[in-house]
């Protein structure tokens, strides 16, 4: 941990640098090292991005080299000593005695990203309920339902989806209900699968997985919600999530600790930079959602937004594709020249994100404008010529 923390501080500037801002505070020139720079500079940047990408090693440039190396042995892949493979973990969970349980590759109603999360992270906890010894689920921040509707048509387990958005307690209603509805067609092409449960499928979901929208907090009492809504008897429960955003995944965590009816936890948390950070000039500041850890709180250790935004993104998926960001951020960090040059006293210059096809800076431009028209500043004019002068 220590080590950690030194190489955080180390390259602070460069993990909190966001790239909206890499031309108006000069990213690159102020937080990058000058002796990396230098090397990158004698390299090209195509090369050395090439050379970062296929983590390749070479003489010419030390101090990159020992910037590649020293990075990549805290990747969690390479931290084997924290980080366990899927094969690892179940071995784990067979040597606790935890019950082998059959998992489902569910490839309907769900992207393929999402059908891999879901199939993975229902197995897991299955097999750690059984553990637990625990008579119902709890899915904190359950969403449309993935996660809940499995664990609950292929496990038969009870589970309990609460979500603050009504809008999403009704659309795991209605996916669930669809889901249900087709069930007995999408595991009877698995004959193995079929002849192990007597259930009817297009019921279980009435029984067994039940919706709520509630805001959680750490305080919350999460056996009487359940006990409100299930008949059945209760013994402990246990807390799952997928995508827990924000706080909702620390106040899980605390929901867990300080609740001796809670007695298992699998959670998969997202949206780090969401998270409330304590910042240590106020005392008062106690109910925050990072660092949760009383080393780090004893170390005083801040990480900043940027740098917890960063920490969602997939390194694996960045190296295996070897894709630069998409050029709309290129776009965006353009933009926000023209902004803060001509439109110094914008409230705020955000623009919001475009998904979709690849579009051209001109494109790109008439529309973060006309957004931020839409927001009541009129004075936003479209001068296409001078920030085609930016590029």
């Known amino acids: 941990m220590e080590d950690v923390i030194r190489i955080l501080k180390q390259y602070s500037p460069i993990v909190n640098t966001h790239m909206v801002d890499y031309f108006t505070k000069n990213s690159y020139e102020d937080s990058v090292p000058p002796e990396i720079k230098g090397e990158i500079d004698k390299l090209g940047y195509d090369k050395a991005v090439d050379y970062i990408l296929n983590k390749e090693y070479s003489e010419n440039v030390p101090n990159l080299n020992n910037f590649i190396e020293t990075v990549l042995k805290f990747t969690l892949r390479n931290r084997i000593d924290i980080c ?61 339902g ?39 067609g999408i595991v009877g092409t698995n004959k193995s699968m079929l002849a192990k449960s007597e259930t009817k499928y297009e019921n279980a979901y009435n029984l067994l997985y039940k919706q709520i929208t509630q805001y959680i907090t750490e305080k919350t009492d999460l056996k009487e919600l359940v006990r409100n809504i299930f008949v059945e008897e209760i013994s402990c429960i246990g807390i799952v999530g997928l995508h827990t955003c924000g706080n909702l995944a620390p106040a899980s ?15 998969i948390s997202c949206c780090y930079h969401l998270l409330s950070e304590k910042s240590y000039d106020n005392d008062s500041e106690s109910n925050t959602g990072f660092p949760m850890s009383q080393f780090l709180l004893g170390k005083q250790f801040y990480l900043g937004r940027n740098a917890r935004m960063l920490s969602a993104h997939s390194t694996d998926r960045i190296f295996n594709k070897k894709e630069l960001p998409n050029r709309n951020i290129f776009y ?16 705020t210059k955000e623009v919001g994100r475009f998904r979709g096809c690849k579009i051209e800076f001109g494109v790109y431009a008439r529309k973060a404008l006309k957004r931020k028209k839409s927001d009541g500043f009129e004075g936003v004019k479209l001068n296409l010529g001078c920030m085609q002068g930016k590029l």
């Open 84 to 144: 366990l493979n899927v094969d690892q973990l179940k071995q784990n969970f067979a040597d606790l005695g935890c019950k082998n349980v059959s998992g489902l590759h569910l490839n309907v109603f769900m992207k393929p990203k999402k059908s891999h999360e879901v199939e993975i992270l229902s197995e897991i906890a299955a097999s750690l309920k059984t553990y637990g010894n625990t008579s119902h689920l709890v899915d904190i921040g359950d969403g449309k």
């Open 332 to 347: 965006r960090a353009v933009l926000e020249v023209f902004l803060s040059e001509y439109f110094p006293d914008l409230d």
């Open 146 to 184: 993935y996660l809940s509707s499995l664990l609950s048509l292929h496990y038969k387990i009870p589970v309990l989806g609460i979500d603050a958005a009504e809008i999403n307690t009704v659309g795991a209603i209605k996916r669930v209900e669809k889901l249900g509805k087709y069930w007995h």
């Open 253 to 267: 965590l605390k929901i867990y600790v300080n609740n001796e009816d809670v007695k298992m936890l699998c959670n």
